[in-house]
C-alpha cells in the first residue's frame, strides 16, 4: 500500500493564481482532512471530509475550498492565491470507528509571491 | 472547542538522558490522546497513543501518562538517541472524530 500520497510536492505560485492540491489513499479510509503547518503554529486545520461527498470546515477555512467526489481523493483548491497561503500542507486520513490514528502524507511546500 | 497546550516548545538533551513533553487539555469530554513525530521534510507519524481508561502506556523507550483529573498527558523519551531528533506533537481527541493538536515541541538530541 502507498498510504497516502500528495501532488505536487513542492509548488510556487504567483499572487492571484490558482492550484489544486491532490490527495489520496488507498485505505478504504473514511475520514480525510486538510491541514496547513506553519513555524510555531503547529498544524492547523482546514477543512475535512467524513465520506464521499461530503465536506466541513475547519478552523481556517478561508481562501479554500475542497471536494470528496471519490472516497479515496480529497483535494484542496486555492482560487486565488495570496502571500498568507505560503505554507506547508499536509493530508491526512483515518478510519471510521474506534480507531483514531491519523495517516498523514509527506507534504507539500507550496510558496505564494 | 477543545485547546491543547504544549510545553516546551525547544527542547536540547545529550544522548542518553531522558526527555519529557507535557501538553494539557481544556475538554474534559476527550478521551484520546495521541503523541506524532515529524522527521525533516516528512509527515507525522503516529508513535504511540493513549485512551481515557488507561493511566500509562510503554513501548520500549517510549511512555505516556495520562492525568485526566488534572487534564494533562506527558510524553517521556528514555536513553535518548540522535535519531529521536524530530519535532513532537500531542493531541487530544473527544467525541468527533477531530482531533486538536498542540504546537509542537523540537527534541535535539545532542550526540
Known amino acids: 500500500n502507498a498510504g497516502v500520497t500528495q501532488t505536487p510536492k513542492f509548488r510556487v505560485l504567483k499572487t492571484g493564481q490558482s492550484m489544486t492540491l491532490l490527495c489520496a489513499q488507498d485505505?478504504?479510509?473514511?475520514?480525510m482532512y486538510w491541514y496547513r503547518q506553519d513555524p510555531g503554529m503547529g498544524l492547523r486545520l482546514i477543512h475535512y471530509?467524513?465520506?464521499?461527498?461530503?465536506?466541513a470546515k475547519g478552523e481556517v477555512p478561508d481562501g479554500y475550498n475542497v471536494s470528496r467526489l471519490k472516497k479515496q481523493n480529497f483535494l484542496l483548491g486555492l482560487e486565488s492565491a495570496a502571500p498568507s497561503q505560503t505554507s506547508v500542507y499536509f493530508c491526512?486520513?483515518?478510519?471510521?470507528?474506534?480507531?483514531?490514528?491519523?495517516?498523514f502524507g509527506p507534504g507539500t511546500r507550496l510558496t505564494v509571491t | 472547542g477543545e485547546n491543547v497546550e504544549q510545553h516546551p516548545s525547544t527542547l536540547s538533551v545529550q544522548e542518553g538522558d531522558s526527555a519529557v513533553i507535557k501538553c494539557t487539555y481544556s475538554d474534559s469530554a476527550s478521551n484520546y490522546f495521541p503523541w506524532y513525530k515529524q522527521e525533516l521534510g516528512k509527515g507525522p507519524q503516529l508513535i504511540i497513543d493513549?485512551?481515557?481508561?488507561?493511566g500509562e502506556k510503554k513501548d520500549q523507550r517510549i511512555a505516556v501518562t495520562l492525568n485526566k483529573t488534572a487534564k494533562h498527558f506527558s510524553l517521556h523519551i528514555t536513553e535518548t538517541q540522535p535519531e529521536d531528533s524530530a519535532v513532537y506533537f500531542c493531541a487530544a481527541r473527544g467525541g468527533s472524530y477531530i482531533p486538536t493538536f498542540g504546537r509542537g515541541t523540537s527534541l535535539i538530541v545532542h550526540p
Open positions: 485505505m478504504n479510509h473514511e475520514y
Open positions: 471530509s467524513v465520506g464521499e461527498g461530503t465536506t
Open positions: 493513549i485512551r481515557s481508561n488507561v
Open positions: 491526512a486520513s483515518s478510519p471510521q470507528g474506534s480507531s483514531y490514528e491519523q495517516y
